[in-house]
């Protein structure tokens, strides 16, 4: 049973203090009361075969059959590709690249880690990323305990009758209802957010900041900024599969920031991979100037081998055994599978 409203804002303190001693105790605190978001990124559809930011604008230009110009900022590169199609009169190629490339996977639509994740039970869970795999795994819990299956919300869509609803069910509780995609799904790529363009049309000016590094349009005018910000300001946030590259995700991170003058007192956590502790040091640095605390796992990068993630497995599980919910996480089978793998 909850307790009287003062006791979550004591629980709140805690955390607070606990951030500064341990941000693994204050993460397990948050999970055992319901209280997070799940925020997924390209890394966790990675094993189902999506591919990251930097892969797929490569294979647009393999589409295209012709390199962009040297442009170091990813969004420009995007930009470029995406007007060199309407160019060249192949707009519906460059939207059917999309959907065709973020579609379900028919023999294995989810992941167990995503499926593990989900398991955790969080209010709701966001996504930037174009494909069905994370509603696909929570629909098929849903019809093991005969409920509802799961629909993806686009925050792109006209009409957002179904965020009000995602919203108002977030607040009473954690929610198998809906996945709200950030950036647009699959089945509708004309609305999927990309390319430079697409990104200042859904978030205004994200790159003007002030001396202090601040960012200077901070105007919730229109849906999709005041729902993400909503969401951030509202609840604990766990980030996973995510690095830092998402410009509209720093932005709306900074503009909370600066709003509530927090700090990196923003009870947001992410699970990150790192090679060493010197690496972790680094990256500590670079997830805290958005008020995020970094929970680690370590990765293994061997020559000829590739990248070992196995070790997400192990942590989600051990977050499992922690809160006492059984992920139906195998530590040892997932690190054999890897091994053979390699």
């Given amino acids: 049973m909850r307790g009287h ?87 519906d190629d460059y939207l059917a690249h999309i959907q065709c490339t973020f579609g379900p996977k028919a023999d294995v639509p989810y992941t167990p880690v995503q499926l593990a994740l989900l398991r955790l039970g969080f209010r709701g869970v966001i996504t930037t990323n174009y494909d069905p795999s994370l509603e696909m795994a929570l629909s098929a819990e849903n019809h093991a305990g005969e409920r509802l299956p799961c629909t993806p919300l686009d925050l792109g869509d006209p009409r ?14 954690p929610t198998t209802r809906f996945v709200l995609h950030l950036h647009g799904v699959h089945n509708h790529p004309e ?17 003007a900041v002030d001396r202090e590094g601040l960012p200077i349009h901070r105007i919730l005018d229109d849906i999709p900024r ?5 969401l951030l300001v509202t609840y604990p946030t766990l980030f996973v599969g995510f690095s830092l590259a998402d410009p509209a995700l ?4 900074r503009v909370t920031s600066a709003d509530f003058q927090r700090g990196r007192y923003l009870d947001h ?47 989600v599980s051990g977050l499992g055994s922690e809160i006492g919910v059984d992920l139906g996480l195998d530590r040892i ?5 890897r091994m053979l793998e390699l």
């Fill in 191 to 207: 609305r999927v957010v990309l390319a430079a363009s697409d990104y200042r049309e859904r978030y205004g000016d994200f790159n």
């Fill in 226 to 230: 005041k729902v993400v910000w909503t």
């Fill in 5 to 91: 409203p003062a006791d979550d804002a004591d629980a709140v303190g805690e955390n607070h203090d606990a951030i500064d001693a341990d941000p693994h105790h204050a993460l397990i605190a948050f999970l055992r009361e319901h209280r997070m978001l799940l925020f997924v990124g390209a890394g966790l559809g990675v094993d189902l075969g999506y591919p990251s930011w930097e892969s797929y604008l490569t294979a647009l230009e393999r589409e295209l059959d012709d390199e962009s110009p040297r442009l170091t900022d990813p969004l420009d590169r995007a930009e470029w590709i995406k007007q060199a199609f309407a160019n060249a009169h192949r707009r």
């Fill in 269 to 315: 956590f992410a699970i990150v991979g790192a090679e060493s502790r010197e690496n972790e040091q680094q990256l500590s640095t670079a997830w805290g100037a958005y008020g995020i605390t970094p929970i680690f796992y370590r990765v293994v990068r061997s020559p000829g081998l590739g990248t070992d993630h196995s070790n997400l497995a192990t942590l």
């Fill in 160 to 173: 957002s009758f179904g965020v009000f609803d995602f919203l108002r069910l977030a607040a009473r509780g």
């Fill in 333 to 337: 089978g997932a690190l054999t599978d």
């Fill in 250 to 253: 720093r932005h709306i991170l």
